[in-house]
């Protein structure tokens, strides 16, 4: 059965939280509407993969609400920790205390694993993490214009804080790593290709631009040393 993403399956106190935490001015890829996005997604490969196979699987909405709500509760540009402080937040908050321990454990071990989709050790994850984990790059095997669109909204995040060169080489190196891994999906593997597709394309967006930066600082100091010369 469909469900919509709801934010009042999380205590009261804590969609405040939740409503600050994504409304803050620096996000524009992992907004307010960011975990809507990937419970849809995390809903559409549940469906696709699992209850086709077997009508009697039950979709865990209350355990995707959740993970999808809390995943990104902490974004800090350039930090190493958002996941496992994320996870920490949902941790002591009133949603989880009112979660018997078993569903509080399946969502941390969900916000810590969207920190590195690909670590070995996830491969232990049951198959409603896997689906999660899917869900929130979904969007790596996109069409090129959305996969674009998210990409340059993320880097213009990491443009608060760094310079678009610093955003560029780091978006560059981050694809880079994506394209050399044995699998994108744990879950979809069969959009793989599509994915890598993108990924090869984004690299080569990323040269280009950065390459074009290059010659304009050039040009940039050669029309200052003209200006500065004594005539």
Same mark, same amino acid.
């Given at each position: %059965?469909?469900?919509? $993403?709801?934010?009042?399956?999380?205590?009261?106190?804590d969609?405040?939280? +939740?409503?600050?935490?994504?409304?803050?001015?620096?996000?524009?890829y992992? /907004?307010?509407?960011?975990?809507?996005?990937?419970y *849809?997604?995390?809903?559409?490969?549940?469906?696709?993969?699992? *209850?086709?196979?077997?009508?009697?699987?039950? &979709?865990? =909405?209350?355990? &995707?609400?959740?993970?999808?709500?809390?995943?990104? =509760?902490?974004?800090?540009?350039?930090?190493k920790?958002? @996941?496992?402080?994320?996870?920490?937040?949902?941790?002591? #908050? #009133?949603?989880?205390? $009112?979660?018997n321990?078993?569903?509080?454990?399946?969502?941390? /071990? !969900?916000?810590?694993?969207? *920190?590195?989709?690909? !670590? #070995?050790?996830?491969?232990?994850?049951?198959n409603?993490i896997?689906? &999660?984990?899917?869900?929130?790059?979904?969007?790596?095997?996109?069409?090129? @214009?959305? &996969?674009?669109?998210?990409?340059? %909204?993320v %880097?213009?995040?990491f443009?608060?804080?760094?310079?678009?060169?610093?955003? +560029?080489? *780091?978006?560059?190196?981050?694809?880079?790593?994506?394209?050399?891994?044995?699998?994108?999906?744990?879950?979809?593997? /069969?959009?793989?290709? +599509?994915?890598?597709?993108?990924?090869?394309?984004?690299?080569?967006?990323?040269?280009?631009?950065?390459?074009?930066?290059?010659?304009?600082?050039?040009?940039?100091?050669?029309?200052?040393?003209? /200006?500065?010369?004594?005539?």
């Amino acid at each position: %059965m469909v469900t919509r $993403f709801d934010w009042s399956q999380q205590r009261l106190e804590d969609r405040r939280l +939740l409503e600050l935490r994504y409304s803050e001015p620096h996000r524009a890829y992992h /907004d307010i509407n960011h975990p809507e996005i990937v419970y *849809g997604y995390c809903q559409e490969i549940w469906q696709s993969y699992f *209850g086709n196979q077997d009508p009697l699987a039950k &979709f865990p =909405a209350e355990f &995707f609400q959740t993970a999808c709500a809390w995943h990104d =509760a902490i974004y800090v540009v350039g930090s190493k920790t958002n @996941e496992e402080d994320s996870a920490a937040l949902y941790e002591r #908050s #009133s949603t989880a205390r $009112f979660q018997n321990p078993y569903a509080q454990r399946a969502v941390i /071990d !969900a916000i810590r694993a969207s *920190g590195d989709h690909w !670590a #070995s050790k996830n491969a232990q994850l049951n198959n409603a993490i896997k689906v &999660f984990l899917d869900a929130d790059i979904f969007e790596l095997s996109a069409d090129w @214009e959305l &996969f674009n669109h998210n990409s340059n %909204m993320v %880097m213009k995040e990491f443009c608060s804080k760094f310079t678009p060169q610093e955003v +560029l080489e *780091g978006r560059k190196k981050w694809f880079e790593s994506l394209r050399d891994k044995t699998r994108i999906y744990w879950i979809c593997t /069969d959009r793989d290709d +599509l994915a890598r597709e993108n990924i090869e394309r984004g690299i080569k967006h990323c040269e280009s631009t950065l390459k074009t930066l290059e010659r304009k600082a050039k040009n940039a100091i050669i029309a200052k040393t003209v /200006d500065q010369r004594d005539f």
